[in-house]
């Protein structure tokens, strides 16, 4: 039996027993994180994590206290110089934002109000309210619309195709399940798309094999004439469409799919029209891509990052849905330890958990809040359309430089070229693994870090711009590198 009167006679809790110790410590952290990212170009853009580090984090589980100036010291020797790279002007892996100042800043205050941002009324719900009301201005949607913010464009994605097979059969799916259906539900994509989407096809309960591949044309975009034939033949099988997704910006090469066509096709066959703009959607605030974008205005959701073309501290995406109806139908439930009151802490904005799939959450919201305020839509305009302007500069470098090779055709921020020496020739596996090394020696050397991707089964090296810190000379180094690698590769 726990003693409660003895516990009690020592109470405690986990604040520091010195606040001016830890005020020193902490000035002292907020120093050497300004200094790390003043300096950060003059620093190593990536090591590999040696093994004593690896090892570092091996330890027992810690039964007795370390003091917190002991930890920092552990944490500038083990953690931070092995950093992943991506604030760094030559990081262009995956698709990655940097983040920004002021949005570090706002995560700490965030976390010191660490206000658990689900349900209740205070100040955090209505700076996310905010937020969200921005976005749905950023991208045409009405004020009626609703949205949510999530982890990222993943779970964004995922969320949405949730709320497209919930709201058909109006909700039926959600109490019966898919057997009550007559026959199988069918979502259509290009073979491009990214595979959160695969995998949201996997939850929602449809299977991979449902999610329907199109193929797609020279530029990376759906087939629209192979799409109306791959649903045409589904419902002369029986089968159910019932959703459209469409790429404003693929993963692999940043083809942007002709969304107003699949707008109308989505409309004439009364499917849910999906967009997956992850990072490609905020082109939207160039001119130049305004038109190609247009449609999303119309969409009835759509997936999008702050972490990454919007430059926002990981992590940060959002989930637009056009009708907030059908978004709260999709996800409420009752429970009576989570109803809104008319007054006190319980009242206030309807529950998050009404719109999504989590419960517990941070106050992500205020970094997106203060970055939008900091910068205001104008600079992140120019600063997405000095990205496009990066792309188009290093596919000129490219085709400039006889021994690389541009693997397709720049339509965004994102290029994908290799090396392949004139005086050479190389069977296609060949030119696959020179790449390839090319790649993990560019990393090596901390030269640059592109990542890669196989554009018909040819090894590209790729290059995703979104990166506020890149310069044109960034971009030179990494040919230079490219080149003088491909040739010591060859010479060994
Ligand atoms: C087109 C696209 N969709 C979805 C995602 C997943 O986004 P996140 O990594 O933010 O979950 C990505 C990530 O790069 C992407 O490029």
């Known amino acids: ?20 110790k830890t005020r020193q410590l902490a000035h002292q952290m907020l120093d050497d994180m300004l200094d790390y990212l003043q300096t950060i170009d003059q620093r190593p853009i990536w090591q590999k994590t040696p093994e004593a580090v690896k090892a570092h984090f091996t330890q027992a589980l810690p039964q007795q206290p370390t003091s917190a100036e002991e930890i920092y010291k552990e944490f500038k020797t083990n953690v931070l110089p092995y950093n992943k790279g991506n604030i760094h002007p030559r990081f262009w892996s995956w698709v990655e934002g940097g983040g920004t100042v002021l949005g570090m800043l706002a995560d700490m205050l965030a976390s010191g109000m660490n206000p658990n941002n689900t349900i209740g009324d205070h100040a955090p719900r209505y700076v996310e309210a905010q937020v969200i009301d921005w976005s749905k201005q950023l991208f045409g949607f009405p004020p009626s619309a609703s949205g949510l913010l999530v982890s990222g464009g993943a779970m964004a994605n995922i969320t949405a195709i949730l709320v497209a097979r ?10 019966k399940g898919l057997k009550f259906l007559d026959n199988q539900l069918v979502i259509y994509c290009s073979t491009e798309t990214h595979n959160c989407l695969t995998k949201a096809a996997e939850i929602i309960g449809l299977g991979s094999d449902n999610l329907r591949k199109v193929p797609v044309n020279e530029k990376y975009q759906i087939k629209i004439e ?34 107003d066509e699949l ?6 066959e009364n499917c849910w029209f999906h967009v997956d703009g992850a990072f490609g959607a905020l082109a939207k605030l160039v001119p130049a891509y305004q038109a190609d974008l247009a449609a999303i205005e119309q969409a009835d959701s759509l997936a999008f990052d702050f972490h990454k073309w919007l430059y ?25 330890y989570l109803l809104s009151h008319e007054r006190g802490l319980a009242a206030g904005p309807d529950t998050i958990s009404n719109y999504g799939l989590e419960l517990s959450r941070g106050f992500k919201a205020l970094k997106v809040w203060m970055s939008l305020k900091e910068h205001g839509i104008q600079r992140y305009q120019k600063q997405i359309e000095q990205n496009i302007a990066q792309a188009f500069y290093l596919q ?30 190389l069977s296609e596996n060949e030119l696959n693994d020179l790449n390839k090394e090319i790649l993990m020696q560019l990393h090596e050397n901390a030269i640059a870090l592109p990542s890669y991707t196989l554009l018909a089964n040819r090894y590209a090296i790729r290059v995703a711009i979104s990166n506020h810190r890149s310069q044109k000379a960034d971009f030179q180094v990494l040919v230079e590198g490219t080149l003088a690698l491909g040739k010591k590769i060859l010479a060994d």
């Open 396 to 425: 000129d470098l490219i085709r400039q430089t006889s021994d690389l090779e541009l693997l397709a055709e720049v339509s965004l921020n994102i290029v994908c070229y290799r090396y392949k020496p004139q005086n050479q020739s």
């Open 263 to 268: 707008l109308a096709i989505a409309r004439q």
């Open 226 to 259: 192979v799409l109306k034939m791959m649903l045409l033949a589904d419902k002369q099988a029986g089968l159910l469409p019932f959703c459209i997704i469409g790429n404003a910006g693929t993963v692999n090469t940043g083809a942007i799919d002709p969304l």
């Open 1 to 20: 039996m726990l003693d409660f009167h003895k516990t009690l006679e020592n109470e405690q809790s986990l604040d520091p027993e010195n606040w001016e």
């Open 312 to 336: 926002v501290n990981y992590e940060v995406g959002c989930v637009l849905v056009r009708e907030a109806k059908i978004h709260r139908e999709a996800f409420a439930l009752q429970a009576n």
């Open 166 to 175: 919930n709201q058909f059969l109006a909700g039926i799916i959600r109490q």
